[in-house]
């Protein structure tokens, strides 16, 4: 299985609205990133996770709140979100390298979560 | 400055024709290089990855080159299909730190029948 699942496809949401996007992979990678990508941009690192903790945060605001319960889940919690945040939402997974560095082996993506903040 | 730039910004091509697309980086010290392929909406879908030792890999009707010394790499597509329809997006590797991937802009590339 080399699939990387997200739910939900869309999402529509108010500024004071609280909702979660899920990712989902069983291949037993133990690095999920999720990134978020506008249009006709390439996309753009939010955060990573290696072995089910925070590795990187690119100075994202904290009105997005990453979680991994487990190796095989990676969730991003939205809060208070603002129209410009409406974005394509991708998780991906891959394998983590020797000593904690970027893997050869392929970062392999979710089909992204279309988010529109109204 | 670490970056990646990608030529054309976007190509049409008929149907059974190649093309190469050109992808030039910066990015130091370099690790590795990615295609990826990506449909409007859809998470990109890795094509090849090249190391510092390869210089060419195939993948199907996809052949990716990497020119480390120049520090430039092609994609070229033979006998091209409607569905090559898509944005062909150039990611390089920087380092060992997880996660540091640098993405070109991506070529938009456009088959018609």
């Known amino acids: 299985d080399t699939e990387v699942t997200q739910t939900p496809k869309h999402l529509v949401m108010g500024m004071t609205n609280k909702k979660s996007l899920k990712c989902e992979q069983h291949?037993?990678?133990?690095?999920m990133y999720w990134y978020k990508q506008k249009a006709k941009k390439p996309p753009e690192l939010m955060f990573v996770?290696?072995?089910?903790?925070?590795?990187i945060n690119e100075s994202v605001p904290s009105r997005f709140s990453p979680e991994c319960p487990n190796s095989s889940l990676l969730n991003l919690h939205l809060h208070a979100l603002q129209p410009e945040d409406s974005a394509l939402y991708l998780c991906?997974?891959?394998?983590?390298?020797?000593?904690?560095?970027?893997?050869?082996?392929?970062?392999?993506f979710g089909p992204g979560t279309r988010l529109t903040v109204l | 400055k670490n970056q990646v730039e990608q030529s054309p910004q976007s190509l049409i091509i008929l149907e059974g024709k190649n093309c190469t697309l050109q992808?030039?980086?910066?990015?130091?010290?370099?690790?590795?290089l990615r295609w990826y392929k990506q449909d409007t909406g859809r998470g990109p879908v890795s094509l090849t990855i090249?190391?510092?030792?390869?210089n060419t890999k195939s993948n199907g009707r996809y052949t990716a080159t990497l020119d480390a010394d120049t520090k430039q790499s092609s994609l070229h597509i033979t006998a091209s299909q409607l569905s090559d329809s898509a944005s062909y997006i150039c990611?390089?590797?920087?380092?060992?730190?997880?996660?540091?991937?640098?993405f070109g802009r991506g070529t938009q590339l456009t088959v018609w029948p």
């Open positions: 990611v390089v590797g920087r380092g060992s730190t997880l996660g540091r991937l640098y």
């Open positions: 090249m190391t510092f030792s390869e």
């Open positions: 992808c030039n980086y910066t990015v130091s010290p370099f690790s590795n």
């Open positions: 991906a997974s891959s394998q983590v390298g020797l000593a904690g560095g970027l893997s050869t082996d392929t970062q392999y």
């Open positions: 996770y290696s072995y089910e903790k925070l590795s």
């Open positions: 291949m037993g990678h133990r690095a």
